[in-house]
């Protein structure tokens, strides 16, 4: 089990608007046999499109997905991190995120016939509100069974957004497959809105008609190539499909608290299928006419990549710095085995420019474990990094519930000016816990206010 240690650094100031570009892209069969022949052309789509949230889908392995990361994104800097990978079919998931502006969470899976769905989840610098992700890669496919097994993905996805609280805020994107809204019944499924849940996903971009028509050829994306063979693509090898320009497979929707104002907000006017100018319909994107802005190197490099447009869109959000994660770095947690007491998490926290109060400290606890296995969940705060064998819980919960949201509250906690606090959440396990099962809790979130 690993774990992650946020480093927070609290400045006393008004709130101010940050924004982020997302971007998902099915990367075709991504693997590190064929990656680095690859990579001179993603690297020259990423010279122009700048995520600062990248998922693809279709990556083969860990391997793969390191390679990504270090030969295409950090080839020229350090500036991304992976969150935490889940190896759960022969093509995965992966989410790729700037470290100076989100810090990570768990990462999830939920099992389908196919391919699991992934829920990433990231921490917004300056936010209080975690940003989740589900990424999907559906069943591909226009007969009968084949729609039968998307509704049925589709409705696994909304089991699991119904689950999240009111008004969280995600994403969910990926290669959804879907010929048209009407493509089997998961679509509207996920789309509707319902009195009982916060489920409902909604799209950030309108049309006439069906997407799949003619006049809709600017959603597409798929494909930006009529062949896979290798007479016109340099990793012919790698696969895909041809036919041009004529399905949108691939989507970025957001729930409610995204669609409407407040907290995290779409940009309006950033949605598009990149490359994409609604002028090759039915044909490859190396046809005539030119894209209108794009030049035609970047535009061979995307068709010759994937048989996947990247989709990308861009957000605000407002945040406080009094409490901003601006760093990161991984700790090694001790298995259930080898202590019952065990630190999950820590943060250090200082007030510059005047005092804070530390009202709110709240945490995600996932475990495999009963409820009954975790005796208390502690809160512990210490002037000083290695003293907690010493230090003396300010707060805790008995008996836990697990995979649910705890908030240590009306703490009233003091942090004066330029002075150090550290911020640990401790578990005390029963000595009958399983020592296989798992325990962590998601990055510490605050609710702070300037001292009277």
Not at 36 to 63: C, G, W
Not at 134 to 151: C, I, T, Y
Not at 284 to 306: F, K, M, T, V
């Amino acid at each position: 089990m690993r774990l992650i240690t946020f480093v927070l650094f609290v400045l006393p100031h008004l709130c101010f608007s940050q924004t982020f570009e997302f971007v998902s892209w099915n990367a075709l069969n991504y693997s590190v046999n064929t990656g680095p022949q690859r990579t001179p052309e993603f690297k020259l789509v990423f010279s122009d499109m700048h995520p600062d949230i990248l998922t693809l889908q279709e990556v083969t392995n860990e391997a793969a997905a390191i390679l990504f990361r270090n030969q295409v994104l950090n080839a020229d800097s350090t500036t991304f991190s992976m969150a935490p990978y889940i190896d759960a079919s022969s093509l995965d998931n992966v989410l790729y995120f700037k470290t100076q502006k989100f810090s990570v969470g768990p990462t999830k899976i939920y099992p389908t016939a196919l391919r699991p769905i992934y829920r990433f989840s990231l921490l917004p610098n300056g936010m209080t509100d975690t940003l989740y992700v589900f990424s999907v890669h559906l069943k591909a496919g226009s007969s009968s069974s084949d729609r039968a097994q998307r509704d049925a993905e589709l409705d696994t996805l909304r089991k699991y957004t119904n689950a999240l609280p009111a008004g969280s805020y995600f994403l969910a994107c990926g290669d959804f497959n879907l010929k048209s809204e009407t493509d089997g019944s998961g679509y509207q499924m996920i789309t509707t809105p319902s009195p009982n849940n916060d489920g409902a996903l909604y799209e950030f971009i309108s049309w006439t008609g069906s997407w799949s028509l003619p006049s809709n050829a600017i959603l597409h994306t798929q494909s930006p190539r009529t062949t896979a063979s290798n007479s016109t693509i340099p990793y012919g090898t790698i696969g895909g499909a041809g036919g041009g320009m004529d399905d949108r497979f691939d989507l970025v929707l957001g729930s409610r608290a995204i669609y409407e104002p407040g907290g995290i907000d779409y940009i309006p006017g950033s949605y598009e299928a990149y490359g994409n100018a609604g002028l090759h319909y039915n044909v490859s994107l190396l046809d005539p006419p030119a894209h209108p802005s794009l030049p035609a190197n970047i535009i061979s490099a995307i068709h010759n990549l994937s048989d996947h447009l990247p989709v990308r869109a861009k957000f605000s959000y407002s945040t406080e710095p009094m409490l901003n994660a601006f760093a990161s770095t991984e700790i090694s947690a001790r298995t259930i085995s080898q202590n019952e007491n065990i630190i999950l998490r820590y943060a250090r926290a200082q007030a510059f420019q005047a005092p804070l109060v530390v009202n709110d400290v709240k945490v995600f606890l996932e475990s495999t474990l009963n409820t009954g296995d975790i005796a208390e969940l502690q809160l512990l705060i210490t002037t000083d990094s290695v003293a907690t064998a010493s230090a003396v819980p300010v707060q805790s919960f008995t008996n836990p519930a697990v995979n649910t949201e705890i908030t240590f509250s009306g703490l009233q906690y003091p942090l004066p000016l330029n002075q150090a606090r550290y911020f640990y959440i401790r578990a005390v396990l029963q000595p009958s816990a399983d020592p296989n099962g798992t325990l962590s809790v998601g990055p510490i979130q605050f609710s702070s206010s300037q001292a009277p």
